[in-house]
């Protein structure tokens, strides 16, 4: 039987919910997050976005003073959707409050056998895959099935190796409307 854990409960999960590191593997399009929405339509009207303050920033640079780590990959399309590029906007907040994103070209991932389903791999013993409604997450399933998490490794190694860090990509790829 799966856990499923969704909205706050996903980030709370954080703060306790693993012991050393944190990995995502984060392949839609565009996501339908409630709290990003204003930032997004302001993004879309050529504003500035970045906000150095938002909790999820607060929470990775906590999880760093832990010497915990977090990281993605996230796949992005060429040229990139909007969302994408919302992401990308304001990217390397993320990156100075200590999470190591990359990402990849959604036809590389695919010519590796990489899949284009979502999930969060803790201490490459606990994978939670996503379920969407839409845009919209419905939450993950939380699981300890072997052969899952070996999966799981096996998609983050991969991705690891041919994704590009998100400063070298914020460099070639512009975000701005």
Known sequence: MHDLISGPAITEFFRDGFEHTAWRWETRRAYGVAAESEALQAFLRGEEVSDPARPWLTLMRDLTAQRKTVGRVRLVDDPPTDYQRFLLADVLDSVDAGEDIRYLDRRSARRQGLPEYDFWLFD??????????????????????????????????????????ARDFAAQVPSSV
């Not at 993950?140 to 998490?149: H, K």
């Open 124 to 165: 490459s013993s606990t994978i939670g895959i996503f379920t969407f409604e839409g845009d919209r997450s419905l939450g993950m399933a939380l699981t300890q099935d072997p052969a899952e998490v070996l999966k799981g490794c096996q998609i983050r190694d991969a991705a690891q190796h041919f994704a590009i860090p």
